[in-house]
C-alpha cells in the first residue's frame, strides 16, 4: 500500500501515488523555497558560530574583543564630530539666510550716498577702469555715465543690478570695443 501524506489531496495524492507504484523514490513534499531558505539558514548559523569562536577563542579573543571595542568607540567618535560639523553648517546657513532675508526686508531704506558706495565698490572687481565710471543714486534708482569697454558692459550692469537696494538702472554709458585713443579706458585688469 502506498503511504499518503495529509497535505497531499485531490491530483496530487494521484500523481504521487503513481509515482511510488513505479518504484521511483518519493516526491518531496516541500519545494525549492524552502531548500534554499534552509540553506540560507544554516550558512547563517555557521557564520554566527564562526564569528562567536572568533571572539571568544581563549588565546586570542580578549585582544580581538579589545580590538572590536576599539575600533566600534572610534567610529562613533567620528560619526559624532560628522554630525556635529553638519549642525554647525546648517546653523551657519540658516543664519546666514536669515540674514540676507533680513537685508532683502530692509533694503528699501538704503540711504544713496551708502548705495553709491557699494555700487563703486561692485564695479571695483569688474571693470579695468574703475574711474572712467560715474555712479550716481537718486531714490535707488542708479545712473551709470561715462565709458566702458563693450566686454565689460553686461557684466557692469549685472554687477549694478544685483547690489541691494538698487531698483532700477539707468544705462548711460558709452561703449567702446578697444581702448584706443579713450584716456579713461587706458587701465588694467579688474582685480
Partial sequence: ???????????????????????????????????????????????????????????????????????????????????????????????????????????????DEILVERIRAALGHVVSSRGAIDVSVNDGIASLAGQVLAAEHESVLGTVKAVPGVRAVADHLTVHDEPGAVPGLQGGSPS
Avoid at 553648517?89 to 536669515?98: K, N, Y
Fill in 1 to 111: 500500500m502506498v503511504e499518503q501524506t495529509p497535505a497531499l489531496t485531490g491530483r496530487r495524492r494521484w500523481n504521487v501515488a503513481c509515482w511510488m507504484s513505479r518504484g521511483l523514490p518519493p516526491l518531496p513534499t516541500q519545494g525549492r523555497e524552502t531548500d534554499m531558505k534552509d540553506l540560507i539558514h544554516c550558512i547563517k548559523a555557521a557564520a554566527l558560530g564562526a564569528v562567536a569562536m572568533y571572539y571568544l577563542d581563549p588565546d586570542s579573543g580578549r585582544r580581538r574583543r579589545a580590538h572590536l571595542n576599539d575600533r566600534l568607540r572610534s567610529a562613533c567618535s567620528d560619526l559624532s564630530h560628522c554630525l556635529q560639523g553638519e549642525a554647525r553648517h546648517v546653523a551657519d546657513r540658516l543664519h546666514g539666510a536669515a540674514a540676507e532675508r533680513h537685508a532683502s526686508t530692509a533694503a528699501g531704506a538704503v540711504d
